[in-house]
C-alpha cells in the first residue's frame, strides 16, 4: 500500500513525458496514448493493491494462530503455576461458590476437587458464617476493602483443625465488572503452634510445667481484679520445701529434678483446676486459692498439702521423704496487692520454719512488726563493728584426768546501747543473712589469736584457742587463707587453733565444706565438730575426716542423771568416739553429778558452768593463774 502513490506519480511522469514527446510529434495522438498509459497505470495500482491485501489477509491469519498458540501457552502456564503453587489458590464465583480449587488447597485440607467444587466457600473453609462472608465479599465488591486477610482456624476432613491465613480479592473485567473473587490460603499450623510453644515458655517453668513468676503476676493482677469487683476472698500460700538443698546434694542434681516435678504434681493435685500452682525456682513455690470464703478452708488445703508432699517419693529407685513449710496470706485482710501478700506470705513462711518445719502459718500482724524490729537490730548490727560494741568471752576446758585446762573457747558478746547485753544466738543468724558475719567473724578470729598470744607469752603455751564458725565463712572461698595469715600475723602455731562447726552446717553443703575442711586439716588446725548428736552426720565421716574432737552436745549432758537414754547415748558417744582416737568433750556440764558421770564413762575434757561461765579476757587471765579446784566450784 505504501507504494501505491508512488506509482502513480511514476504513471503521471510517464504520461507528461510520453504527452511532450507526441505533442511535438504528433498532437492528435496525443490524448489517446495519454488515456492509454494513465489507464494502463490505473490497472497496474488496482493489480497491486489487491495483491497486497491478499498477502495481508494471510499474514494476519498466522498472526492470529500464533497469537492462539501463545495464549494457549500461557494459559497452561498459569494452569501449572495455580496446580503447583504451594500456596492454596481458590477462584470463587461472586456469590461465593468454589468454581476453581487448586491441588495445594485440596491437599491442604484433605478434600479432593469434586468434594468442594459447586459449594459454598463459607461451608468447609470460612470459619464464620454465610452472613458473614456476604458482607465480606459485598464490601470487596462495593470497593469498601481492597484486600479482607483473616487468621483463622478450619477443619480438614479428618477432622483435624489447622491455622490458615487466608486473603480474599475481586478480580474485575477490561469493563472494570466483577467477575470472580481469588481466594489465597496459607497453612500456619506450624508457626502457630511454634508461637504456642514460645508463649508456652515465656509463661511456663520449663522443669515442672507449672505456671512460672510472669504467670504467677498475670494471674493474681486478673483476680485482684475480679475479686474487688465481686468481693471475694483469696489465698496466696507461699512454700518452701525444707533442707531440700540437703537431699538435692545427696541424690545429685538430675533426681533433685525428678523429685521437684513430682512435687509439682503433688500440689497440682491438691487444688482445684480453677487455682493456681507456680514455681519460682529452686524449692520455691506458690498456691493461689481462689473464691475464698472461709480461713479453715485454706487450712484444710494447707494441710492437705503437707500430708501429700510428706508421702514417700520414689526417685531412681530411692525412697526420699521431704517436709514443707507454708506461710499463708489471705486477701483482702492481710494485703491489696500482689506485692503486699507475698511479702506477709513470706514472713508467714518464715514463721513456719521457726515453728519447727512441716507446718503451715498464717500471716499475723505481729510478723510485719517482728520484721520491723529485726531491720532494726540488723541496722544496728551493721554498725556494731565500727563502734567497737563486740567483744568476747572466753570459756576453758579442762581434761578429766590431769584437772588441767586444756583450751578456752572464744565466744561472741555484743553490748549496745538500745539492746544492752545480747548473746550470740540470737546475732550469729541475722549476722549470716545479712553477710555481715564475714567481717565480723574475721574480727573474731584476729582478737581471739590475739588474745592467745598474750597468754601464751604469759606461760601458758599448751593452750589452744577454739573458734566458732558459721557456715557463710565456709563457703567464702578465702577462708583457709584468712586462718593462715592470722597464724602467722601472731606467730602462733596452726595446732593451737581449734575450728567449731556442727553437723548441720556440713550438711547445709557437704561438699564444699568438707573441701575446707581438709584444707584446714594440712594446714595442721584443728578441727572440733561441735553440738554433736544434734544433726545427722554419720560417726563414719569422723574418722574419713579424721576430725580432733567431739563436743556432746549440752542437751545430753542436761539429762545425763535424769533419763537413761540420754544417759545411753552419752556413753556410746564417749565409747565410740574414744575408739576412733578422738578426743571426747562434754559441754554445759554445770552439775557434781554430771561430771562424775563423765569421769565414768571415760570422757576426755568437759567445759560448761561446773567450772565456770564463759569470762572476759581479764576474768579469764586471772582463773588461768588461779584456777579453783574443781571440787571447791559452786555446784
Ligand atoms: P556453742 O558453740 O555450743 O557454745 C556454747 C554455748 O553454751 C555458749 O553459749 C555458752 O555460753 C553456753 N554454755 C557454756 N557452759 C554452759 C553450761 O554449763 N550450761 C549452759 N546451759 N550453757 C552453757 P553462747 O555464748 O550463748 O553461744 C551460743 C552459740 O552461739 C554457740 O553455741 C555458738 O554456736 C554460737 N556462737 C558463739 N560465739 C560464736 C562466734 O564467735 N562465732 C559463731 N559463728 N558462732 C558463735
Ligand atoms: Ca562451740
Ligand atoms: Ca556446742
Redesign the pocket.
Known amino acids: 500500500m505504501k507504494r501505491t502513490p508512488l506509482l502513480i506519480i511514476v504513471s503521471m511522469i510517464l504520461v507528461l513525458v510520453t504527452n511532450s514527446l507526441f505533442l511535438l510529434i504528433k498532437p492528435e495522438i496525443t490524448l489517446v496514448l495519454s488515456l492509454t498509459v494513465v489507464s494502463l497505470g490505473l490497472a497496474l495500482i488496482l493489480a497491486q493493491q489487491a495483491m497486497q491485501e491478499k498477502k495481508s489477509v494471510a499474514r494476519l491469519a498466522l498472526e492470529k494462530q500464533a497469537t492462539e498458540v501463545k495464549l494457549q501457552e500461557q494459559e497452561g502456564f498459569f494452569k501449572t503455576i495455580f496446580d503447583y503453587t504451594h500456596t492454596g489458590v481458590a477462584i470463587l464465583q461472586l456469590d461465593g461458590t468454589l468454581l476453581k480449587i487448586n491441588k495445594a488447597l485440596c491437599e491442604m485440607l484433605g478434600y479432593s476437587e469434586a468434594d468442594l467444587l459447586g459449594i459454598n466457600f463459607y461451608q468447609y473453609i470460612y470459619s464464620e458464617d454465610q452472613e458473614k462472608l456476604d458482607a465480606v465479599l459485598r464490601q470487596l465488591i462495593e470497593r469498601k476493602n481492597k484486600l479482607y486477610q483473616a487468621e483463622q482456624q478450619c477443619f480438614q476432613k479428618n477432622g483435624d483443625a489447622i491455622w490458615i491465613i487466608l486473603r480474599l480479592s475481586l478480580v474485575r473485567d477490561n469493563q472494570d465488572k466483577p467477575v470472580n473473587f481469588i481466594v489465597q490460603i496459607q497453612n500456619i499450623t506450624l508457626q502457630k503452634k511454634a508461637e504456642e510453644r514460645l508463649r508456652h515458655m515465656a509463661y511456663h517453668d520449663p522443669l515442672t510445667g507449672l505456671a512460672n513468676r510472669n504467670k504467677l503476676e498475670q494471674f493474681i493482677s486478673h483476680i485482684l481484679a475480679s475479686a474487688r469487683r465481686h468481693q471475694q476472698g483469696f489465698a496466696l500460700l507461699f512454700l518452701d520445701l525444707d533442707s531440700f538443698k540437703n537431699i538435692n546434694d545427696t541424690i545429685g542434681h538430675d533426681a533433685g529434678d525428678l523429685l521437684l516435678q513430682v512435687i509439682a504434681e503433688r500440689l497440682h493435685n491438691s487444688v482445684r483446676s480453677t487455682d493456681m500452682v507456680a514455681r519460682l525456682g529452686g524449692d520455691e513455690f506458690v498456691l493461689v486459692i481462689t473464691d475464698v470464703k472461709k480461713t479453715e478452708v485454706v487450712a484444710l488445703i494447707a494441710q492437705k498439702i503437707l500430708d501429700n508432699i510428706l508421702k514417700a517419693i520414689m526417685v531412681t529407685g530411692q525412697e526420699i521423704y521431704i517436709t514443707t513449710s507454708i506461710g499463708i496470706s489471705l486477701y483482702p485482710f492481710d494485703g491489696q496487692n500482689m506485692q503486699t501478700l507475698m511479702k506477709n506470705a513470706d514472713l508467714a513462711l518464715y514463721r513456719a520454719k521457726e515453728h519447727g518445719r512441716n507446718n503451715y502459718q498464717f500471716y499475723t500482724v505481729e510478723m510485719t512488726s517482728r520484721a520491723r524490729e529485726k531491720m532494726d537490730l540488723q541496722n544496728a548490727l551493721a554498725h556494731a563493728l565500727a563502734k567497737n560494741e563486740f567483744f568476747l568471752?572466753y570459756?576453758p576446758k579442762m581434761e578429766l584426768k590431769t584437772q588441767r585446762i586444756t583450751g578456752i573457747?572464744?565466744?561472741?558478746r555484743w553490748k549496745n546501747k538500745e539492746y544492752g547485753m545480747t548473746?550470740?544466738?540470737e546475732i550469729?543468724s541475722l549476722a549470716e543473712e545479712t553477710g555481715l558475719?564475714i567481717p565480723v567473724?574475721a574480727w573474731?578470729l584476729r582478737t581471739a589469736c590475739k588474745q592467745l598470744k598474750q597468754w601464751h607469752q604469759m606461760g601458758f603455751t599448751s593452750l589452744t584457742m577454739a573458734?566458732?564458725?558459721?557456715a557463710r565463712q565456709f563457703k567464702q572461698g578465702t577462708f583457709t587463707e584468712e586462718v593462715s595469715q592470722v597464724m602467722t600475723q601472731f606467730d602462733l602455731p596452726a595446732r593451737a587453733l581449734e575450728i567449731?562447726i556442727t553437723e548441720t552446717l556440713i550438711m547445709q553443703d557437704p561438699e564444699n565444706t568438707l573441701r575446707v575442711l581438709y584444707a584446714l586439716k594440712d594446714l595442721g588446725v584443728q578441727i572440733a565438730i561441735?553440738?554433736f548428736g544434734t544433726g545427722y552426720w554419720s560417726l563414719g565421716n569422723l574418722r574419713r575426716l579424721s576430725v580432733d574432737k567431739i563436743k556432746i552436745d549440752?542437751s545430753f549432758i542436761k539429762q545425763v542423771i535424769a533419763d537413761e537414754t540420754s544417759a545411753a547415748i552419752t556413753s556410746a558417744i564417749i565409747a565410740m568416739v574414744n575408739k576412733l582416737g578422738i578426743i571426747s568433750i562434754a559441754?554445759?556440764?554445770?552439775t557434781k553429778e554430771q561430771y562424775h558421770f563423765l569421769i565414768r564413762e571415760g570422757c576426755t575434757e568437759i567445759?560448761?558452768?561446773?567450772i565456770t561461765?564463759?569470762l572476759s579476757d581479764e576474768m579469764m587471765t586471772a582463773f588461768l593463774q588461779h584456777p579453783l579446784p574443781v571440787s571447791e566450784t559452786v555446784t
Open positions: 568471752h570459756q573457747e572464744a565466744l561472741l548473746t550470740p544466738d550469729i558475719i567473724s573474731i573458734v566458732n564458725c558459721s567449731e561441735d553440738d549440752k559441754e554445759g556440764v554445770e567445759q560448761g558452768y561446773y561461765q564463759p
